[in-house]
Nanobody
Framework: QVQLVESGGGSVQPGGSLRLSCAAS????????MGWFRQAPGKEREGVAVISTSGSSTYYADSVKGRFTISRDNRKNTLYLQMNSLNTEDTAMYFCVADPYREGRCVDRTRRNDYNYWGQGTQVTVSS
């Protein structure tokens, strides 16, 4: 079955960095659109970043542009999210998501309903 296992979350001070990883199994990884969503307490789940099957195209939410970088290693079946200049508003549970590419562009899939597969999440807490 499909498994998406996130790691790399933790607590960090404002201005710090974290790198999240998502190990995927049970899918033909290189044929899947991949992304990261997050959900803060009392807020809607939001799309943070999305990446195309080859990794050549990416999407970022305005709130993280210039600070976060999404990438993938299709040989290792792993998705990454490098997060720099973290601030308190980045505190949330971060989820890895996947869905098979069918048509169109992966980077247009920014809504939660665009993804059938979700990881359990990894907590990121930014506080001083």
């Amino acid at each position: 079955q499909v498994q998406l296992v996130e790691s790399g979350g933790g607590s960090v001070q404002p201005g710090g960095s974290l790198r999240l990883s998502c190990a995927a199994s049970g899918i033909t990884f290189w044929t899947y659109c991949m992304g990261w969503f997050r959900q803060a307490p009392g807020k809607e789940r939001e799309g943070v970043a999305v990446i195309s099957t080859s990794g050549s195209s990416t999407y970022y939410a305005d709130s993280v542009k210039g600070r976060f970088t999404i990438s993938r290693d299709n040989r290792k079946n792993t998705l990454y999210l490098q997060m720099n200049s973290l601030n308190t508003e980045d505190t949330a549970m971060y989820f890895c998501v996947a869905d098979p590419y069918r048509e169109g562009r992966c980077v247009d899939r920014t809504r939660r309903n665009d993804y059938n597969y979700w990881g359990q999440g990894t907590q990121v807490t930014v506080s001083s």
